[in-house]
């Protein structure tokens, strides 16, 4: 009994070491609707647009959703002619245009229940089909209007639950 125990602790030790290793590293961005204020990954960052909510989802400004999910802004395209944005990182692409509630995912599509669009010259997004695309959660904490987008970076492709 005693060396079961001791194997169930050692156990957890290992876990705990290989999740605290830089290639486990978490990042988490936390966002408020109606402030311009966010922090991003640990820094604080002033949006010139804020989060807002429409038809039941939370709306975010593009450039900072994307620096919440680490897309770099040289993985960020825009095509003004079909209001297309497509978004990288080294494991997946994701495409969605203005308007439509169609999400474009590696190879595969998704329907959302709300479609991006262009508040006050910025692409705003639904922040969750958006952040688990690139296999990010979202939580919602209804008291203080907070989003908050956690990334566990463990190297492995996003899941698309919808098709």
């Given at each position: ?8 602790i ?6 705990l ?8 590293a ?5 966002f ?8 991003i ?21 593009l450039?900072y959703?994307t620096?919440?999910?680490?897309v ?7 095509d ?16 969605v245009q203005?308007?439509s509630?169609v ?37 919602w904490?209804a ?5 908050t ?7 492995g492709?996003p899941v698309?639950?919808?098709?």
């Open positions: 009994m005693r060396s079961k125990s001791l194997l169930t050692l156990l957890f030790l290992l876990l070491g290989l999740f605290s290793s830089p290639a486990f978490a990042s988490e961005s936390q408020t609707v109606g402030s311009t204020t966010a922090i990954n640990g820094t604080p960052v002033t949006m010139e647009v804020a989060p807002y909510i429409k038809d039941g989802r939370t709306f975010m400004p450039a959703v620096q919440a999910l680490g770099s802004t040289d993985h960020i395209n825009w003004p002619g079909s209001q297309t944005v497509n978004l990288m990182n080294d494991t997946n692409v994701v495409q203005i308007g509630r999400i474009m995912v590696g190879g595969g599509q998704a329907l959302m229940d709300v479609s991006p669009e262009i508040i006050n010259g910025r692409t705003c997004l639904p922040i969750g089909p958006i952040a688990q695309a690139f296999g990010a959660n979202v939580s904490n008291l203080n209007q907070n989003v987008i956690g990334f566990l970076d463990c190297g492709p698309l639950t919808e098709s």
